[in-house]
């Protein structure tokens, strides 16, 4: 390229106050040609999966660190050689000259855009993203990009020279599959090519339907192979060692720690060692709870909801929320003040491949019973989907987590740090039970309250704990308590 100068991008802070992100997945080589906004990579941080696009056209010169490496925030990750050294890169045209036979044609200019370091980051209407690899033009530029390949360990050395040189033809690259970054990442998960998926989705756009579909299409011929062809390996969560473990083969596995399941270690080692915990349990007949949500399930009012136990529980502490405010605070340490909020913003906890993440609905107080269903499903499909953004996870005020959906009885959660309590619900199980003087079968759970003893004392814990409790087993106080 003449003129040439090269830029480096660094990896930038894709949260709020991230220090660091690890490289998933490399989306271009040396000797690439990338133009402005083009996805060049997927980097997982300790809230989210992001794509970063390149800020400015060029030629990829080197690619820094190699997929899985864990990088500092301000790090140059990639270097890219740029046209015009001296201009501002969202300005530049790549000075890419035509052959002598043919008149030169303008560079086409780019819209005016603030550069976007974030994959979920403000876009202005180009929609030049993921484009294919433009060949260079001149024998020169081809030489260029060949030799450069080489260095870089991408492609073969070039030819001999002849008199006068033949400039090679490049093979016209591999159009990259079109996908969400949720999709890449249950592909990912799932051990799929997407170059092997077909599409079904708009101009030819992944879905995840698409992605097990070619699961199950390869699973098929896998079941009726012979005993003796090795069984495909089990599919576990990136972070997590494949389970079940076979203990004929190495005695141990060492897992880094890194993206949420580091963040989460932080945030629970703090939590632990700052706020005094106090955790009280009841056990609760929730009979009529469940009777309550087989009737919601039939109400026009909530067709298409999600209706659930997890929804009843959730406005039974709201309903406790606001009979016992005090308890929706937090402390203050620096100005040694409680801070008691006026609004609640109910957090979910949620176990995703990546580690436990935990959402909020805000303003969840001021929602009425289908509006808090609707929020719920929305919370928990797009967790699910890896579609959490950051700011969901911020702000939060009182949290429930969901134990008795892993047959669990109850725990002793730890706070979500800057919050004074947690609800942990149990399993609801069929159990002997004495109601109206006799021993009957109930639908029964147990109920933990974790709280900071620092502001909540175990009068206002076990009020509200109790309020939970009166509510789930008669639902009928929602409408004298609510």
Known sequence: MTNASVREFKMPDVGEGLTEAEILKWYVQPGDTVTDGQVVCEVETAKAAVELP?????????????????????????????????????????????????????????????????????????????????????????AASAVQSELNGHGAAPAAPVT????????????????????????KDLGVDLATVTPTG?????????????????????????????????????????????????????????????????????????????????????????????????????AGLRVNPLLLIAKALLVAIRRNPDINASWDEAAQEIVVKHYVNLGIAAATPRGLIVPNIKDAHAKTLPELAASLGELVSTAREGKTSPSAMQ????????????????????????????????????????HKGKVKPRQVTTLALSFDHRLVDGELGSKVLADVAAVLEQPKRLITWA
Do not use: C
């Open 54 to 142: 390149i800020p400015y056209d060029g030629v990829v010169r080197s690619l820094h660190f190699p997929e899985g490496t864990t990088v500092d925030v301000g790090t140059s990750i990639i270097a890219v050689e740029v046209a015009g050294g001296a201009a501002p890169p969202q300005q530049e045209a790549p000075a890419v000259p035509a052959p002598a036979a043919e008149p030169e044609k303008p560079a086409e200019q780019p819209p005016a855009r603030q550069p976007v370091l974030v994959g979920y980051g403000v876009a202005t209407s180009s929609t030049r993203r993921r484009p294919r690899k433009q060949a260079p033009d001149t024998a020169a530029g081809q």
């Open 164 to 187: 006068p040189p033949a400039p090679a033809v490049p093979a016209a690259p591999a159009r990259r599959p079109l996908a969400k970054p949720p999709v890449r990442k249950l592909a």
């Open 202 to 302: 708009p101009d030819g756009v992944i879905t995840r339907e698409d992605v097990h579909a070619a699961v199950a299409a390869a699973q098929a011929p896998q079941q009726a192979a012979p005993a003796d062809r090795p069984a495909a390996p089990a599919v576990s969560a990136p972070d997590r060692p494949a389970a079940p473990v076979s203990y004929d083969s190495a005695r141990e596995t060492r897992v880094p720690v890194k993206g949420v399941r580091k963040a989460t270690a932080a945030a629970m080692v703090g939590s632990a060692f700052t706020a005094p915990h106090v955790t009280e349990f009841v056990t609760v007949d929730v009979t009529r709870t469940m009777k309550l949500v087989e009737e919601l399930k039939q109400d026009k009012e909530f």
């Open 395 to 434: 702000g939060g005020t009182v949290t429930i987590t969901n134990v008795g959906v892993f047959g669990v009885d109850t725990g002793t959660p730890l706070l979500n740090p800057g919050e004074s309590a947690i609800l942990a619900v149990g399993a609801i199980k069929l159990q002997p039970w004495v």
